[in-house]
């Protein structure tokens, strides 16, 4: 089978497997969805408009869930003591006990799978499916232009900063930072990664010089690091500044970053005398396109 195939089939099998496809998931009397709401409200409840960007889900189809949840008596939709425009579920008293066995029962199903494997095959299959979870979040992740004005670009760059003046010997100002409406006019872009409708990386060019543009500001939320998404974002910059004509990049990083530096050698850039006057460049790189 080609790969496509080899995915599909992978998840029947897994779907099939965890007992999704039913109407009594874990032998309880409501399907698997319900009990995936039950799970997500938790005990402190949750704002419904949250409840659907977190599941993917369609407004129609949760409200049918949450009126079944509460047809049972499991669930209160109120509107928000601040917001009455605002709905938020939370869990009834029979609710949270439902949670509670749910939770113990998908505990139990994962332990009788585990036990009929060996501690080196159980090592496998948790760490196949770490793997697994950091592809898929990395191959929902998407890498587009903004405005380097905006809100999101804006937000970005302030944890950038932010990270930056905790990590550096003396700090890092704000004023180093690219400013609003920079890179207007110039041809060079501001890119933002999304996960979901959540910003987690971000990353500029701009030109240099003529045939030179410069990389700056590129930063990878902490809780996503690790995936490959600072190496992606990073062949994305080059890949558009290329497309531009720019054949010759550079960037600088500093000392207190030395993952950055390891990123920019292993990406093909080599050091070379500084081209800024700037006080945190500490190791400026090239990379030359083919």
């Known amino acids: 089978m080609d790969q ?20 009594q998931y874990l032998g309880l ?28 889900l369609d407004s129609g189809f949760v409200s049918r869930m949450l009126r079944s949840l509460t047809d049972q008596g499991l669930v ?35 332990r009788a799978v585990l036990g009929q494997l060996t501690a080196g095959q159980r090592d496998r299959l948790v760490a196949a499916q770490d793997q697994v979870r950091r592809l898929l979040r990395m191959a929902a992740v998407t890498i ?61 060019w701009q030109p240099l010089s003529p ?23 990073l062949a994305e910059l080059e890949s558009r500044a290329g497309a531009q004509g720019f054949r010759t990049l550079r960037l600088s990083t500093n000392k207190a970053l030395p993952e950055a530096a390891a990123l920019y050698r292993s990406g093909g850039y080599r050091e070379i005398p500084p081209y800024s006057d700037s006080e945190y460049n500490e190791l400026p790189f090239e990379k030359v396109l083919p």
């Open 4 to 23: 496509i195939e080899r995915v599909r089939d992978f998840n029947r099998y897994y779907t099939r497997h965890l007992g999704v496809l039913g109407d």
């Open 29 to 56: 009397s409501r399907p698997w969805s319900e009990s995936r709401l039950l799970f997500e409200i938790g005990s402190d409840g949750m704002d419904v408009r949250d409840l659907r960007r977190r599941l993917g």
């Open 76 to 110: 209160e939709v109120r509107p928000h003591p601040q917001d009455g425009r605002v709905r938020v579920a939370s869990l009834t008293t029979a609710g949270l006990d439902a949670r509670d066995e749910l939770d113990v029962r998908a505990r139990e199903s994962v």
């Open 144 to 204: 587009s232009e903004i405005p380097d004005s905006s809100p999101v670009a804006r937000a970005c760059l302030a944890r950038y900063a932010a990270e930056l003046d905790s990590r550096f010997p003396s700090g890092y100002s704000s004023s180093a930072l690219l400013q609003p409406g920079e890179l207007a006019g110039t041809g060079g872009e501001f890119l933002v990664a999304l996960e979901g409708s959540e910003a987690v990386g971000c990353g500029i």
């Open 211 to 233: 045939g030179v543009a410069e990389i700056r500001h590129l930063w990878i939320s902490p809780d996503c690091r690790g995936l490959g998404l600072g190496r992606r974002l």
